[in-house]
């Protein structure tokens, strides 16, 4: 098993109103942001986990059915949302326009939709805006509910960051008025370390790995943020010791075997890059096992969950209701 990490979980992390999860593709960004939400539900935070995408898996996992831009109750305390920016431009155009007609008018004429089409970073901009909206304890949609947590199952690296940057793109490009106004309050609360998080997801391989370094600086460079946490997902375990897996490549490769030295090749390899990790982006690591099953349900999002909380107990207890 790989050896400990350079730092503890910051104890703090559910004392965030918003956590922003990323990292390269395929490293199971969803599944880890499922799991936090059942963590952070599990000690009493209302919680809402937002997909910035149409795929809704979170819905799949919970064997929920799909109901797009609307806030689900997937089990208590733990909502989803799958955001997408048309929903999010009515939504914020209703808001700001509050009379429907004119809104009808506006929204309707063809070329409106030229202009949020050809206007750069605004799909970014009206994505992010919702996931500030729900983070809010006073929503501005009516009748909404606050959440104490929200999640972000945010895009690859390089898209999260230029959602994190719209803000400022737009407060630049409106110099005064209402956008330039909203586009700050966004911007604050997104790059103010005490109200936003950012989670790294990595799996313990070469590119994941150098994924996650690039993005450290990356955030630093351009947002002004640093890594809060990182998560090394579906962590092979350590069966055999050096010697035990030399003695079985001496044996004949019968099938169960071979499938003992892959394994076991792959957790050494695994738990080099997670040295590496850990070494070079000096950042609190933990991390989560790779589960032998066909498919992710209930049950595994709970044991994920679970290794989480135990993780993280030192703030889930002290933020538990």
Partial sequence: MPGPAT????KDLFEHRLLFVTGKGGVGKTTVAAALGL???????????????????????????????????????????????????????????????????LFKNRIFDYFAAATPGLAELVTIGKVW???????LKKRSEPYDLVIVDAPATGHALA?????????????????????????????????T?????????????????????????????????????????EYFTPKELDLLKKKDQVAPIEAAVLQSERAVRQAGQYERLAKEL???????????EKSIGRQELNELAD???????????????
Avoid: W
């Avoid at 630049?172 to 966004?186: D, E, L, T």
């Fill in 133 to 139: 909206e729900l983070a809010q304890p006073d929503r």
């Fill in 282 to 292: 000096k950042r609190p690591l933990i991390d989560l096992p790779f589960l032998y």
């Fill in 163 to 195: 959602m994190l940057e719209a803000p400022e793109t737009f407060k630049k490009i409106a110099r005064v008025g209402p956008i330039h106004r909203q586009a700050g309050y966004i911007q604050s609360f997104l790059h103010d370390p005490a109200t």
């Fill in 7 to 10: 730092a503890p979980p910051p």
């Fill in 197 to 237: 998080a950012i989670v790294a997801v990595a799996t313990a391989e070469e590119m994941p790995v150098n994924e996650t370094l690039d993005l450290r600086r990356e955030l630093k460079e351009r947002v002004g943020l640093d890594i809060a946490l990182g998560i090394v997902n579906f962590l092979e375990p």
């Fill in 39 to 105: 963590a952070a539900a599990h000690a009493g935070l209302r919680t809402i986990v937002c997909e910035l995408d149409a795929r809704e898996r979170l819905h799949s996992l919970f064997n929920v059915s799909t109901r797009g831009f609307e806030e689900v109750e997937l089990v208590p305390d733990l909502s989803a949302i799958a955001i997408d920016p048309q929903h999010a431009i009515e939504e914020y155009l209703l808001l700001q326009i509050k009379v429907r007609p004119v809104y009808d008018m």
């Fill in 307 to 321: 290794k989480l909380s135990s993780d993280l107990s030192e703030p889930l207890t002290r933020v538990a209701k």
